[in-house]
Antibody
């Protein structure tokens, strides 16, 4: 059974940093899957944040986080990370880790339960 | 940036059919996926690649796509279908994954 479990959320001041982790199990990390982060601001819709190919040869980010967020994986430990720097109030959201299929197509077939990130002074 | 447009809300009586739309420029060239999200829960993939139904998704959920509009149809709607539904594509022009704004389905 595929499982994704996020951790690392919390309250951070504007301009601060936070690293989210996602522990994946039930499947083998490979280039057949792309690991992703999707967020949802309170009361709002879903927003894709970042994706990466397992071998790290391709990474993509939504424009609003480029240069501030970095997605990485530890393939030996089946972990996915989202390093978030220079955080802003508008980054406040539940962050979901998701397993995806490569483009073209690019769906998200399994999701974690989400980690809440609150950016506030 | 690429935009997917969904109506904010759809209301349907139990047993009736709910039709949700997702509009986007040149959508015919993209594969559309649909997600169901209930309050406080993670999204669930209900339709993949325009009309595919993942394992465990009831046959009452079906999808289609034509021209610039994709459609999610929920037949014989049940109270448990109340949720937000999002369409999503990977846009080849921008190398971005894009979600629609979501449609809230209310069962009367």
């Amino acid at each position: 059974e595929v499982q994704l479990v996020e951790s690392g959320g919390g309250l951070v001041q504007p301009g601060g940093s936070l690293r989210l982790s996602c522990a994946a199990s039930g499947f083998t990390f490979s280039n057949s899957y792309w690991m992703s982060w999707v967020r949802q601001a309170p009361g709002k819709g879903l927003e894709w944040v970042a994706n990466m190919k397992q071998d790290a040869s391709e990474k993509y980010y939504v424009d609003s986080v480029k240069g501030r967020f970095t997605i990485t994986t530890d393939n030996a430990k089946n972990l996915v990370y989202l390093q978030m720097n220079s955080l802003r109030a508008e980054d406040t959201a539940v962050y979901y880790c998701a397993r995806g299929s490569p483009p073209p197509g690019g769906l998200f077939d399994y999701w974690g339960q989400g980690a809440l990130v609150t950016v506030s002074s | 940036s690429y935009v997917l447009t969904q109506p904010p809300s759809v209301s349907t009586a139990p047993g009736e059919t709910a039709t949700l739309t997702c509009a986007g420029n040149n959508l015919r060239y993209e594969s559309v996926h649909w997600y169901q999200q209930k309050p406080g829960r993670a999204p669930l993939l209900v339709i993949s690649y325009d009309s595919g139904r993942p394992s465990g998704i009831p046959e009452r959920f079906s999808g289609s796509s034509s021209g610039n509009t994709a459609t999610l149809t929920i037949s014989s709607v049940e109270a448990g279908d109340e949720a937000d539904y999002y369409c999503q594509v990977w846009n080849q022009s921008t190398d971005h994954w894009v979600f629609g704004g979501g449609t809230k389905v209310t069962v009367l």
